[in-house]
Each structure stands twice: as C-alpha cells, then as structure tokens.
C-alpha cells in the first residue's frame, strides 16, 4: 500500500479518517466524533468575535445557535463564550479555539499567543482545539510555534488539534498553491485537522499534499446561496472531507434553511442544484417572518 489511509470507521468500512491509523484510543475516539461515519464533517464556527467583536448576527450567540445545533457535527468556540452561551447540557462535541490575543483594530492580526491551558481545555471538555498558523506573516514562526506547542500539549491527553490557515484581511493569498504549503506545514507540525479557504483552481493540490483531513471555511458571505452550494460541493468532489462554515449560514436570511441544505449536501449526497431546491423549500416554509 502507497500510503496510510488512515482509520476506519467500524459502522463505514469505505470511509477511513486519513491520518489516523497509528493514534491512540482516545485521540480515534474523538475524531470519530469529529468526522461522521459517512467520512464527513459540518462544523459551526462562532469564533469571530475573537478579534472581530460582536460581529453581525452573533451579537447574541446563543439566541444564534439554538436552531443551527442539531446539524452541526462540532461547534467551533472560545471559552468565553462557551461559558456565556453554550449549555452545559450541549451533545455536540466542541472545538475550542485556543489562539488569539489580536484585533481588528489592533496593528496586525497575525501576531497571535496561545490564550488558554491545557488544563483549561479539559475542563471545557472540549473534543479538539484549534488555532490559527500566518504562512508567509511576520508572525510566522510565532503562530508555527503556537501550533507545535499546543500539538505538544494536547498529546498526552490524546485531543486532537485542528489548524487554521489564517490569512488575515490578505484574502488574495488564497490560492491553491498558498493553501497547500500552509496545510502541509500544520499537518507536519502535528495538526489532526486542518482548516482552510477553498480556491477554484487546483483544489486537489490542497487536499492531495495534505496526509490530515481538509476542512473548508466559508470566507466573507457570498452573494448567493448557490455560490456556497457550488463551491463546497466542489471542494468535497476534490477531496475536502467537509466544512467549517459561519457567516454564510448565520449571516443568511434564513439560517436553518442554509444550515440544513447544508447538510444536505454533505451528508446525504445532494447536489447543488438540489441544495438550492431544498433551500427554497425550506425558506419559503419558514416565512419572512423567519428572515433575519
Ligand atoms: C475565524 C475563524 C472561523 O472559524 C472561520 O473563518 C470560519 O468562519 P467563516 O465561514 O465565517 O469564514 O477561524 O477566525
């Protein structure tokens, strides 16, 4: 065999998690709650106001997510807002973001530090972490060394790390051939997980050079919802095992109707087209009542 495909799921032989042969017990037992018997993963990321503040329709997180929780397969959050708004009582695993310390306003978005400790994540019970790496930054050995000492940190604790290949207010560096040295790097710096943008062209070099599952995130919202259909349709068909999308479900008219054509589209097959049908079902079931 050319290479390691990673485990499988016992309830899914077809749908290996790439990478995650040789871990141990626990770090397998909390991917598989992180990526779904189907080999596929929709998370919820409510981050933002890490270094964006009370970004629009996330002023009020929790009143945010309660509709949107049954079709997320992990929540993506920092710990304060953990406390502040998450029930105790949540099922959905929970990815804590552990890096920050910068702002929108402050002089460079890049120059983050670790923000919480190990003991800190355990007593979140947070399934996994993750944390921004800035390839190509003047913080770029900083935010490589963040992600080597949280890898570093969660191992012996068997939790798994997803990284995130920021890019800061630089969204012109989203290309295929940026993303993939990025990914690379935080795969060969221990990352489980990594996170990154989607570029039209050359996807597959992304996911291909990466031995880790890829994760999509959505970027600024889109014009469309039929924008975001195509291109995470697109990335999955290039081997991205799913998304961390946002904005372009939160910031939507209709957010359950995005969050649930969705998951749709990633977990039961749809395609674009179909996602969008769904949508227009949904949403008009809702109505305008329901528009935010
Ligand atoms: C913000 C993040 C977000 O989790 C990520 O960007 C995904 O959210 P969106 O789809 O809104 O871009 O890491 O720092």
């Known amino acids: 065999m050319a290479c390691d495909p990673g485990v499988t799921h016992p309830m899914s032989p077809q749908t290996p998690i790439k990478g995650a042969s040789h871990l141990g017990w626990g770090m397998k037992n909390r991917l598989m709650r992180l990526i779904r018997p189907d080999g596929r993963c929709f998370y919820l990321p409510i981050d933002h106001g890490y270094f964006l503040g009370p970004t629009r329709c996330l002023e009020r997180p929790g009143e945010t997510i309660r509709p949107l929780l049954p079709w997320a397969d992990a929540l993506f959050?920092?710990?304060?807002?953990?406390?502040?708004?998450?029930?105790?009582?949540?099922?959905?695993?929970?990815?804590?973001?552990?890096?920050?310390?910068?702002?929108?306003?402050?002089?460079?978005?890049?120059?983050?530090?670790?923000?919480?400790?190990?003991?800190?994540?355990?007593?979140?019970?947070?399934?996994?972490?993750?944390?921004?790496?800035?390839?190509?930054?003047?913080?770029?050995?900083?935010?490589?060394?963040?992600?080597?000492?949280?890898?570093?940190?969660?191992?012996?604790?068997?939790?798994?790390?997803?990284?995130?290949?920021?890019?800061?207010?630089?969204?012109?560096?989203?290309?295929?051939?940026?993303?993939?040295?990025?990914?690379?790097?935080?795969?060969?710096?221990?990352?489980?997980?990594?996170?990154?943008?989607?570029?039209?062209?050359?996807?597959?070099?992304?996911?291909?050079?990466?031995?880790?599952?890829?994760?999509?995130?959505?970027?600024?919202?889109?014009?469309t919802q039929r924008e975001v259909f195509d291109f995470v349709y697109d990335g999955l068909q290039r081997g991205a095992t799913g998304v961390n999308l946002g904005r372009n479900v939160w910031q939507d008219p209709h957010p359950v109707a995005m969050m649930r054509s969705l998951h749709a589209l990633i977990h039961d097959g749809l395609r674009p087209d179909e996602a969008a049908a769904l949508y227009g079902e949904l949403a008009s079931s809702e109505g305008p009542e329901a528009s935010g």
Request: include cysteine.
């Open 77 to 223: 959050v920092t710990r304060g807002v953990l406390r502040a708004a998450v029930p105790p009582d949540v099922s959905t695993p929970i990815i804590l973001r552990v890096s920050g310390g910068t702002s929108i306003a402050g002089h460079d978005l890049a120059d983050e530090t670790l923000v919480a400790s190990i003991e800190e994540i355990i007593r979140c019970n947070a399934t996994a972490v993750g944390v921004s790496i800035f390839v190509g930054s003047d913080y770029e050995k900083q935010t490589l060394k963040n992600l080597a000492d949280i890898v570093s940190m969660c191992q012996p604790y068997e939790i798994p790390v997803m990284a995130v290949t920021a890019v800061g207010k630089e969204l012109e560096k989203r290309t295929a051939k940026y993303l993939a040295l990025a990914c690379r790097i935080a795969a060969e710096l221990g990352a489980n997980v990594v996170k990154t943008y989607y570029a039209s062209e050359d996807f597959e070099k992304v996911t291909e050079g990466c031995p880790v599952p890829v994760v999509i995130a959505g970027g600024p919202k889109c014009e």
